[in-house]
């Protein structure tokens, strides 16, 4: 079992190699039999690569999204922003192969330590790709918690090895999210806000995605269970990467490390949060001014 073991960092490649011997150009005689170890850190690391994405639903004319383009290195965190009805949600439903993009590509990319491509783009598989929706507890299907989250294992395919390792990460995301003290027998509705959000996490998080996904995930919570998820996602964060839509820049401030806005009419413009809150600053008192 322990073979199928699946670690975050195994997805993107070992990031400290084997210790090598210290080249040098003395005899060893002259090292004082000191055996020196040099650890050689490798820096290659994987991106997330959105290019010049454009997207028209089936039988309309109208674009939702126009030139999309931007990059989220590994285990970064990425927020979008913008007006209600900008096309974000569009985007993230495209990222996470629901749809697919008119033109343009979306593609994870690793680059050796010098920056530079080290092999050609790999497209961005759907199943790799964890995503909760807006409100993901009102699509709770099951009436028990371990019903919900195996809801969509294989049934027939797979056989024992696939399940004792899906149960092995399971147990793993549980203890990631902190629902390890919860019934699996408990009636995922009779949780409250914060552990309903947990729960849905969790199953994403159960085939370590290799992009997760999250659209208004702080939406509807009171604020101790806003500040619950705020924590988990900055825990998370530090084996994951994480794309987050959301309207609320200030509590997630701390954690982001790219933002963009989307603009209605589908642009995706970079726009640093500090940024966007001075220019908001500008307009109160712009605002104040005017009579
Ligand atoms: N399948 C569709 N066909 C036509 N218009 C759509 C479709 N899906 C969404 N829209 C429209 O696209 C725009 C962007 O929607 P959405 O991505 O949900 O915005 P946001 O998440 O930023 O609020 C909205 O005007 C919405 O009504
Ligand atoms: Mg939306």
Request: charged share 20%; aromatic share 8%; net charge positive.
């Amino acid at each position: 079992m322990a073979a199928f073991a699946l670690s975050p960092s195994s997805l993107f490649g070992s990031r400290i190699s084997e210790p090598v011997a210290l080249i040098s150009s003395k005899p060893p005689s002259m090292l004082n039999f000191k055996r020196t170890l040099l650890i050689k850190i490798s820096c290659d690391y994987s991106c997330l690569e959105v290019k010049d994405v454009h997207y028209r639903p089936p039988g309309t004319q109208i674009n939702l999204l126009n030139g999309v383009s931007f990059s989220l290195p590994e285990k970064s965190f990425g927020l979008i922003f913008g007006q209600s009805g900008s096309g974000k949600t569009t985007l993230l439903q495209l990222l996470a192969g629901f749809s697919k993009p008119t033109s343009g590509s979306i593609h994870i990319q690793r680059y050796t330590d010098e920056g530079k491509p080290n092999q050609s783009p790999k497209s961005l598989v759907p199943e790799r790709v964890g995503i909760v929706f807006q409100f993901p507890e009102r699509y709770f299907v099951a009436d028990s918690v371990l019903d919900e989250v195996t809801f969509g294992w294989p049934r027939q395919r797979g056989g024992p090895q696939l399940k004792d390792y899906l149960a092995l990460n399971l147990q793993r995301a549980f203890n990631w999210v902190g629902l390890n003290g919860i019934s699996l027998d408990k009636d995922p509705h009779s949780l409250s806000g914060g552990y309903k959000r947990r729960l849905a996490l969790a199953i994403q998080l159960a085939q370590v995605p290799d992009l997760l996904i999250l659209d208004e995930p702080l939406a509807g919570l009171d604020w101790k269970a806003r500040a619950d998820v705020v924590k988990l996602l900055k825990h998370l964060k530090k084996e994951l990467t994480i794309l987050v839509v959301s309207h609320d820049l200030k509590e997630l401030e701390d954690l982001v490390d790219r933002s963009w806005r989307m603009e209605m009419g589908g642009f995706l413009r970079e726009e640093q949060l500090m940024v966007y809150f001075q220019s908001r600053l500008v307009l109160m008192h712009l605002n104040d001014a005017i009579p």
